[in-house]
C-alpha cells in the first residue's frame, strides 16, 4: 500500500493542478477510488471475467479506449493539456496506467470529469462511494459499500 499523504502530495495534488482541476473534493475521491480499486496501490493489473484492468486505478480497457475515443480527443483543450503536462499528444499504449502514477492518476479524473457533474463533498464519504459507484465502478451492494469504505480508512489512516 502506498503511503497515502505522499500519494496525495506528490501524484494526486500535482496531476489535478497539471490539468487544472484541483479541489480538494477532487483530490478526496481519487484517494477513495485508488483504495476502493486496488487498495491504495497494492495491485496494478488484474483479469477479471476476460476483461483486463490497469493501474492503481485498476480502469479497464473498455473505459480507457472510450475515454480517449470518445473525450479526449473531442476535446483540443484536453489534448493540449496533456501534451504539455504529460506528453501526450494521442492515446498511449494501456500498460502506462501501470507504471505512470500521474497518467494514470489523470486518466482516473478524466473519467469523473467527463460526467460534468459536482464532485461530492471531501468529508461525506457515503455520496464518495455513492458517486464512484455510479461513475466509476458499477458494483452495487451492501457487501462492497463495506469493503470500499473499510479499504478507504485504512489507506487514509496508512499516511498518518
Not at 455513492?130 to 469504505?149: G, I, K, L, Q
Amino acid at each position: 500500500m502506498l503511503d497515502c499523504d505522499q500519494f496525495r502530495e506528490v501524484i494526486i495534488n500535482a496531476t489535478l493542478n497539471d490539468l487544472n482541476m484541483y479541489t480538494v473534493d477532487a483530490a478526496e475521491l481519487l484517494i477513495f477510488t485508488c483504495a476502493a480499486q486496488s487498495e491504495g496501490g497494492s495491485y496494478l493489473r488484474e483479469g477479471v471475467c476476460n476483461t483486463l484492468r490497469l493501474g492503481i486505478y485498476i480502469m479497464e480497457l473498455k473505459t480507457y479506449n472510450d475515454l480517449w475515443t470518445n473525450y479526449i480527443y473531442k476535446s483540443p483543450k484536453i489534448i493540449s493539456v496533456l501534451s504539455h503536462n504529460f506528453d501526450v499528444g494521442r492515446m498511449p499504449h494501456e500498460d502506462r496506467l501501470i507504471y505512470d502514477l500521474k497518467y494514470a492518476t489523470a486518466m482516473a479524473m478524466l473519467v469523473y470529469q467527463r460526467t460534468k457533474l459536482p464532485f461530492p463533498r471531501h468529508n461525506d464519504v457515503d455520496a464518495i462511494y455513492e458517486f464512484y459507484r455510479t461513475h466509476y465502478n458499477s458494483h452495487e451492494d451492501e457487501a462492497e459499500y463495506m469493503y470500499c469504505v473499510n479499504a478507504y480508512y485504512r489507506f487514509i489512516e496508512a499516511g498518518t
